[in-house]
């Protein structure tokens, strides 16, 4: 029974090893797009990245750390309402 536990402790930080690097990995290719997109992809993206960011503080770290700030804060000065919500 113990061993069974371990098994499930193990098998469920494993997952969320997954979950947080596949996290890292969409950040970092959303803020490659917000980088270099057109206004109308930055304006998907960053609904995308709130999208993400709701999911938790986890999401939140990886997308800041993904160099996402920098992108985000000229958006907040959007002429489109939804574009400066989603920013």
Avoid: W
């Avoid at 098998?11 to 890292?24: F, W």
């Amino acid at each position: 029974q113990e061993t069974n536990s371990k098994g499930r402790a193990v098998d469920h930080i494993e997952k969320t090893r997954a979950a947080l690097e596949a996290t890292k990995m969409t950040a970092a290719f959303l803020v490659g797009k917000l980088a270099t997109g057109s206004p109308e992809i930055q304006k998907q993206v960053a609904y995308e990245l709130r999208l993400l960011a709701k999911c938790g503080m986890e999401n939140r770290i990886c997308i800041a750390e993904a160099g996402a700030i920098p992108f985000l804060v000229p958006l907040l000065s959007s002429k489109d309402a939804r574009t400066q919500e989603n920013a």
